[in-house]
């Protein structure tokens, strides 16, 4: 059983920049693969990014590309999303989510992902 709590959530203008934080439970977090989605109000949840358990891989949706970064920190059982350059439509609940999974694997698929966060909220002002 894993247990995930974001936090880094808040308001910001567009241009800014935002860090979530994923901390997760348990003494086995390096061998869960970590995602972040997000769920917009009138759109269904969607992939952001996500990356292997042991770091070395990771996946961007192509909105995000150059301007989010995955990564993670085993020793801290913590997952980071660092957010720049945000624009107005990057506002939605963002979540975490874990899945046991060999070490280089990484998924985009919501169905892949067994573990949740109860999600934080991510505004963009123009």
């Known amino acids: 059983q894993v247990q995930l709590v974001e936090s880094g959530g808040g308001l910001v203008q567009a241009g800014g920049s935002l860090r979530l934080s994923c901390a997760a439970s348990?003494?086995?977090?390096?061998?869960?693969?970590m995602g972040w989605f997000r769920h917009a109000p009138g759109k269904e949840r969607e992939f952001v990014a996500g990356?292997?358990?042991?770091?070395?891989?990771?996946r961007y949706a192509d909105f995000v590309k150059g301007r989010f970064t995955i990564s993670r920190d085993n020793a801290r059982n913590t997952a980071y999303l660092q957010m720049n350059s945000l624009r107005p439509e990057d506002t939605a609940v963002y979540y975490c989510?874990?899945?046991?999974?060999?070490?280089?694997?990484?998924?985009?698929?919501?169905?892949?992902?067994?573990?949740w966060g109860q999600g934080t909220q991510v505004t963009v002002s123009s």
């Open positions: 989510a874990a899945d046991r999974a060999y070490f280089g694997s990484v998924s985009l698929a919501i169905s892949d992902y067994e573990y």
């Open positions: 348990g003494r086995t977090f390096s061998a869960y693969r």
């Open positions: 990356i292997s358990p042991t770091g070395g891989n990771s």
